[in-house]
């Protein structure tokens, strides 16, 4: 069986690559329950980051949990709640 590299996936060193830094408020930033987000995915910030096939996808956030906050996305025809960190989230205007 072939061996897995986990979901960073292994021989990705441009995928994602970012020039841009993270500052502190990008890290901290709040939502309110019911606002629409994108999951953008920063990679350099590994905290709370979602899988990679999330990238791009539109949700709702239902709630918080510690300090990351519970989306709801379509896949497919499913709905999926996945937990993610603020600095992978971008507001809908």
């Not at 920063?42 to 791009?56: A, D, E, L, T």
């Amino acid at each position: 069986m072939k061996r897995s590299h986990g979901k960073m996936m292994g021989k990705t060193r441009n995928l994602g690559r970012h020039k841009k830094r993270l500052t502190i408020n990008d890290i901290m930033k709040t939502f309110e329950t019911g606002e629409k987000v994108v999951v953008k995915i920063q990679s350099n910030y590994h905290k709370g980051m979602p899988h990679p096939r999330y990238h791009g996808n539109t949700g709702m956030i239902k709630g918080a949990q510690g300090k990351s906050y519970i989306v709801e996305i379509k896949d497919g025809k499913k709905k999926k709640e996945i937990i993610v960190s603020p600095a992978h989230l971008k507001r809908i205007e």
